[in-house]
């Protein structure tokens, strides 16, 4: 079995809040007395796509364990590539990566669109996620920012992904895919796409509120906790999720 922490929207914005609760997931996460295998961090790093909210970011998310960062709608693919991969130039391709957990392949795809809330996974997304499908040596977790399928909240529902139907088809055509996990919206919530499970990570910076908690727009909550999620997979490919917040 492994063990995955996942993060996700913290939002980094230079304010002391952003910082401070960040600081107070990676520390929690980093004094688990369990073995933690692997971190994914699904997006919304920096709030402004400012070069100076990934320096700060990048000094944040510092884990004692292998770790896979990616973009989501509020970040810039170019500051994001200079800050966290070292690329001088940065460039406006997508951030795709892998990383290998044993016999586990977590494929972390960009779903950001330059100059767009929703997501979508462009055409080479697809073909290297294919690929990687293709050459896993065993279960594969696709994480990526965007919800694939609606979470019932009416706000991030119409900023989700774009022509989910597409990657549907792939994960479809691939039993080895074990579950998908994403953030975005902002709270914990569990559903299904294509026969799999999805988990949405509990938002770092706020939390999402249903339509039956609120009517403000945009619903979120800045007083709720921060929170993460533990992944585990079974040699057999079965995901188990618990969500915890950090108090």
């Not at 295998?37 to 920096?46: E, P, Q």
């Not at 026969?195 to 949405?200: A, I, L, N």
């Amino acid at each position: 079995m492994i063990t995955l922490a996942h993060v996700s929207d913290v939002h980094i914005d230079g304010s002391p809040r952003s910082v401070e609760r960040t600081e107070r997931v990676v520390r929690h996460v980093s004094r688990l007395a369990g073995p933690i295998d692997a971190v994914l961090v699904t997006g919304d790093i920096a709030d402004h796509g400012a070069a100076d909210e990934y320096e700060i970011a990048r000094e944040l998310l510092r884990f004692p364990y292998p770790s896979i960062v990616c973009p989501g709608n509020h970040d810039s693919r170019a500051e994001f590539r200079k800050v966290f991969l070292g690329e001088a130039s940065g460039g406006a391709e997508p951030v795709d990566q892998v990383l290998q957990v044993g016999d586990v392949t977590v494929a972390l795809c960009d779903s950001s669109v330059p100059g767009r809330n929703e997501g979508r996974l462009e055409d080479g997304t697809l073909r290297w996620l294919a690929g990687v499908l293709g050459a896993a040596p065993g279960p594969v977790l696709i994480g990526m920012h965007h919800q694939p399928v609606p979470v019932a909240i009416p706000y991030v529902d119409e900023i989700g992904l774009l022509e989910p139907e597409r990657l549907e088809e792939l994960v479809r055509a691939h039993p080895r895919v074990a579950g998908v996990l994403v953030g975005h919206a902002h709270t914990a919530a569990a559903t299904t796409f294509a026969g799999r499970p999805v988990y949405v990570a509990p938002g770092v910076a706020s939390q999402a509120l249903l339509p039956q908690e609120s009517a403000a727009m945009p619903p979120l909550s800045f007083d709720m906790p921060p929170g993460f999620a533990l992944h585990m997979l079974s040699g057999d490919g079965r995901l188990t999720t618990h969500a915890r917040v950090v108090l």
